[in-house]
C-alpha cells in the first residue's frame, strides 16, 4: 500500500485480556516506531526496530508490553493482562531510514473496559 | 532524559489572525521536526530543519531553528480554518560523537482551533 496500515483501527476488551496490534509499513521502509498517544497528550515512544538490529525497547512502560517485526515488515505490538490506564492511540509509524521523517498510520484505538 | 517543551499548549484565533507556537528542549537537536495532527487523524509531518538559525516557509507557514539548535518555532499568517489541529515538533538529541539519536522526542503540542 501506498501508506502505513495498522489493523484493528478500533478494539475494545476486557481489563485482563490480551491485545495484539498490527503495523505495515510503507514498503522499503527500514526503520519502524511504535507510539503512544494518551487523550490530548503528545506522543510517547515506546519501541524502535531498524532492519535487523535488535529493537530499542527502552519507552516500553512495562513487561506486559512486546513488540516483534521479521526484517523490514510487519510490526505486532502485544499487551498481555490490559490494564485501563492502556487505553490510548497506539501509533505505528516508519521512515526510510533512522532520522527521516516518519510517515504514520491511522492508529488503533484501544478501549479497555 | 531529553525534553522538549511547547508553548502555548492551546491558541484559539480569529480567521486571519497570525499564529505562532514555540518549542524548546533541554538539549542540543540535531535536527527538528514539526507535525500536524488534525483531529481525529494522525501527524503528518510538515517539514525538517536541521541547520543552526535555518528559517524554511510554506506557504503561510513560516518555520525556524535557533542558532543553539535547542529551540524552534513554527509561525502561520493569517490562519484559515484549514489550519486547525495540534502542531508538534519533535527532534532527536545531538551525541557527544556529534552523530544523532535516532529518537524523536515529542512536545506535546499547541492545539490550534480557528473560528471562521
Known amino acids: 500500500g501506498a501508506g502505513v496500515s495498522q489493523s484493528p483501527s478500533n478494539k475494545v476488551t476486557e481489563k485482563g485480556k490480551d491485545v495484539e496490534l498490527r503495523c505495515d509499513p510503507i514498503?522499503?521502509?527500514?526503520?519502524l516506531y511504535w507510539y503512544r498517544q494518551r487523550l490530548g497528550q503528545g506522543l510517547e515512544f515506546l519501541i524502535y526496530f531498524q532492519g535487523n538490529s535488535a529493537p530499542d525497547k527502552s519507552g516500553l512502560p512495562s513487561d506486559r508490553f512486546s513488540a516483534e517485526r521479521t526484517g523490514e515488515s510487519v510490526s505486532t505490538l502485544t499487551i498481555q493482562r490490559t490494564q485501563q490506564e492502556d487505553s490510548a492511540v497506539y501509533l505505528c509509524?516508519?521512515?526510510?531510514?533512522?532520522?527521516?521523517?516518519?510517515?504514520f498510520g491511522d492508529g488503533t484505538r484501544l478501549s479497555i473496559l | 532524559g531529553q525534553q522538549v517543551m511547547q508553548i502555548p499548549q492551546y491558541q484559539h484565533v480569529q480567521e486571519g489572525e497570525d499564529f505562532t507556537t514555540y518549542c524548546n528542549s533541554s538539549?542540543?537537536?540535531?535536527?527538528i521536526q514539526w507535525y500536524k495532527q488534525r483531529p481525529g487523524g494522525h501527524p503528518v509531518f510538515l517539514i525538517q530543519l536541521v541547520k543552526s538559525g535555518e528559517v524554511k516557509k510554506q506557504k503561510r507557514l513560516t518555520f525556524q531553528f535557533g542558532e543553539a539548535k535547542k529551540n524552534s518555532s513554527l509561525h502561520i499568517t493569517a490562519t484559515q480554518t484549514t489550519d486547525v489541529g495540534t502542531y508538534f515538533c519533535a527532534g532527536p538529541a545531538m551525541r557527544r560523537s556529534g552523530g544523532s539519536n535516532y529518537k524523536l522526542t515529542f512536545g506535546k503540542g499547541t492545539l490550534l482551533t480557528v473560528n471562521p
Open positions: 514498503s522499503g521502509h527500514t526503520a
Open positions: 538539549t542540543t537537536l540535531s535536527n
Open positions: 509509524a516508519s521512515s526510510l531510514q533512522r532520522n527521516q521523517p516518519q510517515h
